[in-house]
């Protein structure tokens, strides 16, 4: 049973654009979510977190919403680049589940100039 | 970048036959682990090590094996490796368990014939 989803596998944008991938979870004891951006033959890289404190963390173009309430995250991209295509990967952690990463099953963004 | 890589980085082998992957960092984090990256799965913890010799189980931890006998290497064993394990395989460490933040190796491609 997947506690977090990602589902949509892939998701397509145009360079300058926003672009927002979401994740939704299942477990309410969650206190840290994150966002890792993978490219082909590369090992995930770690691109922003939110703790579950808070509804809104801010990197740069990068941006993360938390919304408890309805168990859901995004990140929004603005403005988008073509270096930006990659799978991106949600990932939550709980304290109360030995601080496991549990990840969702990705989402391949194109950015298209 | 973080001081972590694995070995081999390919490695083509067949059903029943050991397989041993190594992860070693420069880090000295205290926190390492060893997850398999499968299309639709995201990411899913083996097992993980908290210090020296202390290991445990992760998500799908089944018909592998680890060890860390040294602060910068940490092990995983197939000890008779099947088809269901081909995968990719990424080391992670982590200086803090709370947080989530993990730098991941490039991986290891492991295909079983």
Redesign the interface.
């Known amino acids: 049973d997947q506690q977090?989803k990602?589902n949509s596998?892939s998701l397509s944008v145009q360079e300058g654009r926003i672009s927002i991938l979401n994740c939704d979870y299942t477990n309410s004891m969650f206190?840290?979510f994150?966002w890792y951006k993978k490219y082909p033959?590369?090992?995930?890289?770690?691109l922003i977190?939110i703790s579950s404190i808070k509804d809104k963390n801010e990197d740069g173009r990068f941006t993360v919403f938390l919304n408890k309430s309805a168990k859901h995250l995004s990140l929004h991209i603005v403005p988008s680049q073509p270096g930006d295509s990659a799978v991106y990967?949600c990932?939550?952690?709980s304290?109360f589940a030995?601080?496991?990463?549990t990840?969702?099953?990705?989402t391949r963004l194109m950015v298209k100039p | 970048d973080a001081g972590i890589t694995q070995s081999p980085r390919h490695k083509v082998t067949e059903t029943g036959t050991p397989v041993t992957l190594r992860c070693h960092q420069t880090e000295n984090h205290r926190y390492m682990y060893w997850y398999r990256q499968d299309p639709g799965h995201g990411l899913r913890l083996i097992h993980y090590s908290y210090g020296v010799k202390d290991t445990d189980k992760g998500e799908v931890s089944d018909g592998y094996s680890v060890s860390r006998s040294k602060t910068e290497d940490f092990l995983l064993t197939l000890e008779s490796a099947t088809s269901s394990q081909t995968s990719v395989y990424f080391c992670a460490i982590g200086a803090d368990s709370n947080t989530g933040e993990l730098f991941f190796g490039e991986g290891s491609r492991l295909t079983v014939l």
Do not use: K
């Open positions: 977090v990602q596998p206190d840290y994150l033959a590369e090992g995930p890289t770690f977190s990967f990932a939550a952690i304290s030995g601080n496991m990463l990840f969702g099953g990705g």
